[in-house]
C-alpha cells in the first residue's frame, strides 16, 4: 500500500519535466526513494493536483495510456504533448529518445530535500 506522501513524491519528481519533455513510468518509479512499480505512478497521476504535469509521463513505449482511463478525455494527452512540440508518429507514439528529460537519483533525492526544506 502506498500512502500520500509517496504519491507527493512522484508528484514533485514530475514537476520537474520541462515542457517538451517526457518520462515514461518506469522512469519516475525508478527514481522514487520507495520501491514503486511504474502501474503505481499511474495510479498516483490519475488523480495528481492540476499543478502536477502528468501529461509528459508516458508508457515505455512513448505511447499516450490515458486514452484508456475512465474520465480521461481521447486524445487529450498527445494533444497537451504535441502543443508542447513533441511530435507523434501515424501510429501514435512519441520517439522516446527524441524528447527524454534524465535524472539521476541523486539529483532528484538532492531536491526533493531541497524542497521539503522549503515547505
Known sequence: MTDSNTWEEVYEIVRLIPPGRVMSYGQVATLCT???????VGWALHGCPADVPWHRVVN??????TDRVAGKQPGRQQKLLEAEGIDFSPAGTLDMN???FELAVDDV???LVDTKVAQ
Open 34 to 40: 520507495r520501491p514503486l512499480t511504474p502501474r503505481a
Open 60 to 65: 515505455a513505449s512513448g505511447g499516450c495510456s
Open 98 to 100: 527524441q524528447y527524454p
Open 109 to 111: 533525492n538532492e531536491l
